[in-house]
Structures are given as C-alpha cells and as structure tokens.
C-alpha cells in the first residue's frame, strides 16, 4: 500500500502552482484577511513577473477553491472560511503547512468520528483477506521498537488507510486519500513512541479494530475504532471549546 501524499517525493510545482501555494497560504494564515481585496492586478503582475493570462488562470484556481470570489468593479476578495474547501488535496496540505490549530484538530477529530467507526463496520463486513494482511502489516509496523514521531504516525496512518480501503466504499476511500496529510500530522502530534507502554497499549487497541473485522463483527470493530480516535484526541489535551 503506498500513501502517496507523503511517501512519494513530491513532484516540482510549476510556476501557476507556486503563486497559487504562494497566495493561497497568504490567505490561509491570514496575511490576506478575510473579506479584504487582493492586491491590484498590476502589482501582481509585477510581483510574480507574470503575464494577465497566467494570473487569470492563477485566480481562477483559488476560486474554485473557494478562496476567493471576483467580481466586476469590485475586484477580487478573500472569501469567508465558510466557503474554504477543505477536502481540496492542496489547500488542505497548505493548512497542514502552517500548522494545525487546536479548532483544525478538533475539526478532524469529530470528522473522522462521523466516518471511520462505519469504515470500520463495513470492513468487517466486505474486507478481503488481502485488505487484512494490509491491516496486520502496519500494526507489526507500529509494533516495532524505535520509532520516532513521524515513522509510528506512517505505520498508524497505513492501518486506518487500509480500514477505508476494506470498507468497501470507494468515496470513504477517496476521503482518507485527500485527508492523508493532515492525518498523519495529527497522528505525529499524539504519538506515544514517547512511552513504551503507552505504545503498546496503542498497538494493542489497533489490533482489536482488526480482530473484530477479522472475525466479522461490525458493531465491535466500530466500538474499537472509536475508542482509538478518542484515545488519540485526548493525548492531545485540547481545551474543550464548549466547557461553560
């Protein structure tokens, strides 16, 4: 299984794709605030030395990231993060970046609570043996002594990809494929390679999401694949938004 987002060395950007990661992450961070214009078109022009095509083509693309909106005598403005469209593979590696806030963490916490305990239900269901292998392949992986942050988030991030692939749905799939990036940056944030028995505890609640699948209960693999993401989210000691 190949996790393409982060394994694969990532491929030259060409000059479009540079100011648009360029102006893109401007607005993500803020240095663009929301509602404000972007600058003149000639300063543009002359900050990128580029042609009017290509800064068309350039802003035709934040749109349809909902980034921006252009409109006649008005100009080109900075959208509301309502219209943000975080399941754009490159704005979402964009927000990654930057760095994760704690409101993005939570956001991916309670997304993917929603999605892969069913993931995990379906799988139980549908997986192949193969799909199964994948899964006992990346918790050997986890189990392996010196890992750093990063390599036990890879071999974490491989189980839950394999979850989405055994499911059976090709869109709870292509969900984990886009997400990958900003999964494997929350994974290296509440990584336990930090405390042995923590790690294997881990190990160990990410074996029982596959026994349960293995042995065809839905219902227990959904129960197991909440309690990791849960256990994830609160090594992360976030403050709770809703506290009174």
């Keep these: 299984m190949t996790l393409s987002t982060w394994s694969s060395p990532e491929r030259p950007l060409s ?14 961070s803020g240095a663009m605030p929301v509602g404000v214009n972007l600058p003149p078109e000639p300063d543009l022009l002359v900050r990128f030395q ?3 095509t290509v800064l068309r083509e350039v802003m035709k693309t934040l749109a349809a990231k909902g ?12 959208q509301d993060p309502a219209h943000w469209n975080f399941f754009d593979a490159d704005l979402l590696s964009w927000r990654v970046s930057l760095g994760l806030d704690d409101a993005m963490r939570r956001h991916l916490y309670e997304m993917r609570s929603a999605v892969e305990p069913r993931a995990a239900a379906l799988a139980a269901r549908r997986r192949t043996p193969e799909q199964l292998a994948d ?35 090709p869109m709870m799939r292509s969900l984990a494929a886009v997400i990958e990036a900003a999964l494997l940056a929350s994974f290296s944030l509440s990584s336990p390679v930090d405390e042995s028995t923590l790690q294997q505890e881990v190990v160990d609640s990410h074996a029982a999401i596959a026994e349960a699948i293995e042995a065809g209960d839905s219902g227990r693999a959904a129960r197991a694949m909440l309690a990791v993401i849960d256990s994830g989210f609160d090594r992360l000691d976030l403050p709770d938004p809703d506290a009174l």
């Design 135 to 169: 899964m006992r392949r990346a918790i050997a992986r986890m189990a392996q002594p010196g890992h750093n942050r990063r390599s036990f988030a890879e071999a974490d991030l491989a189980f839950h990809v394999a979850v989405s692939a055994a499911s059976g749905n």
């Design 50 to 52: 580029i042609s009017r």
């Design 67 to 78: 980034l921006v909106v252009s409109k006649t005598r008005v100009g080109t403005k900075v």
């Design 15 to 28: 000059h479009h794709e540079q100011i648009v990661r360029t102006l893109g992450m401007e607005i993500l």
